[in-house]
């Protein structure tokens, strides 16, 4: 791609982010900026049981392009580029940390559940990353899409119990940064309702072992 190419793609997306993601987002006839919070649309119920282990979860690691607050959206493969007027009140790593330590909380399916952070000495450390979180504007309103990868070590985190990746997408229902977060609510959803359980049967085989 010529520099002349490449320079009218980069105004084309900057223009699309200020448009078709952010338009509505105007103030009092001034462009400000709107911070949402990533929120998890499900729920988990009480686990039946808790295991006698102690889980401890590491800080959810994130693709560089996504480590901001920035929200990322893309128009073509193998494309992405930044809204211009809405982002996350949470780098969207640090805030999965926090979907997921209250969705295990709720289930309660552990002796005890910890982040590293906190000191805690656990028998199981849960480490995730975030390959993919962006809005997917290929085909207007397009989709929320989500891929993260999750790993179950033993204590000292040398030894890799399990390893899993899950995929998730969630349509819009509007060409717009409000609908793109409603969305990506619905798939972090998703992928919790996926992760929890796989989680805890592979907990279940360490001990059992």
């Known amino acids: 791609m010529s520099v002349a190419a490449a320079l009218r793609t980069g105004a084309a997306l900057a223009a699309a982010a200020a448009v078709g993601g952010c338009s509505s987002l105007f103030s009092g006839g001034e462009a400000t900026p709107t911070f949402f919070v990533w929120q998890d649309a499900g729920k988990s119920a009480p686990a039946p049981a808790a295991l006698p282990r102690t889980l401890v979860v590491a800080p959810t690691a994130t693709a560089t392009f996504y480590d901001t607050q920035r929200i990322a959206f893309s128009q073509a493969s193998g494309t992405r580029a930044y809204y211009q007027l809405a982002a996350w009140t949470e780098r969207p790593g640090k805030r999965f940390d926090v979907l997921l330590l209250d969705r295990l909380l709720a289930r309660n399916a552990f002796a005890a559940i910890a982040a590293t952070t906190s000191g805690t000495r656990g028998d199981l450390v ?74 805890e049967r592979e907990a279940a085989k360490a001990g059992a072992s």
């Not at 962006?134 to 207007?140: F, I, K, L, S, W």
């Not at 409000?178 to 969305?183: L, Y």
């Open 126 to 199: 849960l480490a995730a990353s975030i390959d993919d979180v962006y809005h997917d504007n290929a085909r207007q309103p397009g989709v929320a899409r989500l891929r993260i990868t999750v790993e179950l070590a033993d204590r000292s985190g040398r030894v890799l119990l399990a390893r899993r990746t899950l995929v998730e997408e969630a349509p819009l229902a509007e060409e717009n940064a409000a609908a793109a977060v409603t969305a990506f609510d619905a798939a972090v959803a998703r992928v919790l309702d996926a992760l929890v359980p796989w989680l």
